[in-house]
């Protein structure tokens, strides 16, 4: 039972870093002189969705079907 919550956590931190591409993106459009801030923002929340659409799957896979006994 323990391992639903450890496995879920843990799913959770591995769906979300599959958009650390879009966080980076972001921040590098902020960071570019004179950046156009609204845009870099519609930018984010354009990519975003298709950055996490697996995250809930890696939430389940984690939780309900990798053993701790496996990650080794």
Same mark, same amino acid.
């Given at each position: 039972m323990v391992w639903l919550?450890?496995?879920?956590?843990?799913?959770?931190?591995v769906?979300?870093?599959q958009a650390d591409w879009v966080v980076t993106v972001y921040h590098s459009c902020l960071d570019e002189p004179h950046a156009d801030v609204k845009a870099c923002d519609e930018n984010f929340q354009?990519?975003? %969705? +298709?950055?996490?659409q697996h995250y809930w799957e890696y939430v389940a896979?984690?939780?309900l079907v990798i053993? %701790? +006994?496996d990650r080794e």
């Amino acid at each position: 039972m323990v391992w639903l919550l450890v496995g879920g956590f843990w799913g959770n931190e591995v769906g979300l870093h599959q958009a650390d591409w879009v966080v980076t993106v972001y921040h590098s459009c902020l960071d570019e002189p004179h950046a156009d801030v609204k845009a870099c923002d519609e930018n984010f929340q354009k990519f975003w %969705p +298709e950055a996490i659409q697996h995250y809930w799957e890696y939430v389940a896979i984690y939780a309900l079907v990798i053993k %701790p +006994e496996d990650r080794e």
